[in-house]
């Protein structure tokens, strides 16, 4: 397909892009310095400017990960690009646009995998519809959410702020409005958005806000730094940064890799989380949004869980194991006898997915959205994939909402022939909330109305609220 060269400057220098059908994109612009050598387990340092033209037409290089494993890494995609420029920024943007709104993409992955590289996530879509879209990567686990001495907290988080304050001072070169950004992520990413809006001073700088199926808690840091003291503890150093930055990416990955086997969701090893923090994250994000004033889009998928757990073993699930979950996590016996007769044909596997979804997601989700006085608009996205009993799991709405769901890389997720007409709708109401703030149903409200997101879709209010209201 034929492309022409598209220019663009910025504050630190010019850029060359390529154009094709109405679309200039931008690839690999660095919006801070890349975090190895001195940088490393620093905070984001600026970007040096250069004076020759810079080719930005290919992603910039993605944060040291592992690939998914398992029954998940047949689903989700992945991408590897070699290299240490990893702080790197990717703008779609309509051709001729002037004051656009604009969208800014903050990539799932449990703190510890995932790129904006991947190809389900171009913006292609978002930019035939008058928006101008960016992506962008950040540090991830134990280079971004370590928690070490002598390491500022929250790196990664550091870096998505810094995104966004690198959105907001440049994107009128590529032709949107820096008064009109919606900062948007699934999973980790909705978690960076919440802790992001949680915030004076990023909060400040976003007009609107997209959680996608996004954990809304922080942890203390000694709680939060228990991935950490252990894989200290398995390479048998310190828990510092001057311990931690003579290790290789490598080492710290395959500790990592260690370290978690047969972690879950809701047990095994602990994972990389946010953690409080002064400077970064003062306070829970679930504690705060219900008073924040910018408008958003919160949900969750109908059954979040069937991603974390393969059917083999959700049957593994036993009523003893599901009794030791609920009295660790001290969840009211009343609770799971209220799923249970919500569900009476679901199995208890089943029921502790369900019960899994509701706590970590949708009922922080729910409170949230009920305590805000400001627009907020409350989705489920519950089309079943033909995949793998997944039903409406986790991720599954992304190819949707993306508008993306002809790209062959998600035919694992959502099989080959997911509706067009579903697409069309998701795509739809987001890009028309980030032009205006509508996306075309009501507001959650005291009859807690939410979109669900189907074959045939509907707003109703919200369903299975018993159970979950009497979770903690």
């Known amino acids: 397909m034929d492309t022409t060269p598209a220019l663009a400057t910025i504050s630190t220098g010019r850029l060359q892009g390529e154009g094709r059908d109405g679309i200039r994109r931008f ?23 250069w004076d020759d033209v810079r080719a930005a037409t290919a992603f ?3 944060a040291p990960q592992l690939p998914y494993g398992g029954a998940i890494g047949e689903l989700l995609g992945h991408v590897i690009i070699e290299g240490e420029d990893i702080l ?30 991947l190809p389900g996530y171009d913006g292609a879509a978002f930019a035939r519809d008058g928006i101008v879209f960016v992506s962008v990567n950040y540090r991830l686990g134990a280079e971004g959410f370590s928690v070490l001495d002598g390491v500022p907290r929250n790196l990664g988080l550091r870096d998505a702020a810094a995104a966004l304050q690198w959105t907001h001072r440049e994107i009128s070169a590529f032709g949107g409005d820096p008064e009109r950004i919606t900062v948007m992520g699934e999973s980790a990413g909705g978690a960076l958005v919440a802790a992001l809006l949680s915030r004076d001073d990023t909060r400040a700088l976003i007009s609107r806000a997209i959680i996608q199926s996004g ?33 290789s990416p490598e080492t710290l990955l395959d500790a990592r890799s260690r370290q978690s086997a047969g972690a879950s969701p809701l047990g095994g090893a602990p994972g990389y989380q946010l953690v409080l923090d002064e400077e970064t994250l003062p306070c829970s994000p679930r504690e705060v949004l219900g008073g924040v004033n910018t408008p958003l889009i ?37 609770a799971v006898r209220t799923f249970r ?13 369900r019960i899994a979804t509701d706590l970590l997601l949708r009922a922080p989700a729910s409170r949230v959205a009920a305590a805000r006085t400001a627009p907020t608009h409350v989705y489920e996205f519950g089309w079943h994939s033909p995949v793998r009993e997944l039903r409406a799991a986790h991720a599954v709405e992304l190819p949707f909402m993306f508008g993306t769901t002809e790209d062959p890389s998600w035919t694992s997720l959502i099989g080959g022939a997911p509706p067009a007409s579903l697409a069309a709708e998701m795509h739809g109401a987001w890009t028309a909330f980030i032009r205006d703030g509508d996306p075309g149903w009501a507001a959650y409200g005291s009859e807690r109305l939410t979109r ?21």
């Open 27 to 49: 690839l690999g612009i660095p919006y801070a310095a890349a975090p190895f050598g001195p940088n490393r387990f620093r905070e984001p340092q600026p970007v040096a400017p």
């Open 60 to 62: 910039g290089p993605t």
């Open 88 to 117: 790197t920024a990717n703008v779609w943007t309509p051709e001729h646009s002037s004051g656009a709104p604009v969208v800014l993409w903050m990539h799932g992955g449990a703190l510890e995998r995932g790129a904006a590289a």
């Open 215 to 247: 954990p809304l808690d922080a942890q203390t840091p000694e709680k939060g730094g228990r991935v950490t003291a252990q894989i200290a503890k398995l390479l048998g150093t310190a828990p510092d940064r001057d311990a931690f930055a003579a290790l």
């Open 298 to 334: 919160i949900g969750t998928n109908t059954d979040e869980y069937r991603l974390w757990f393969t059917p083999d073993a959700l049957d593994r699930i036993s009523t003893l194991k599901l009794l030791v979950a609920r009295l660790a996590l001290r969840i009211p016996g009343r």
């Open 341 to 353: 007769a919500d569900e009476p044909e679901a199995t208890t596997g089943e029921i502790f997915g």
């Open 452 to 472: 669900l997101f189907d074959e045939e879709s509907r707003t109703v209010p919200q369903r299975r609220t018993r159970g979950m209201d009497l979770l903690p």
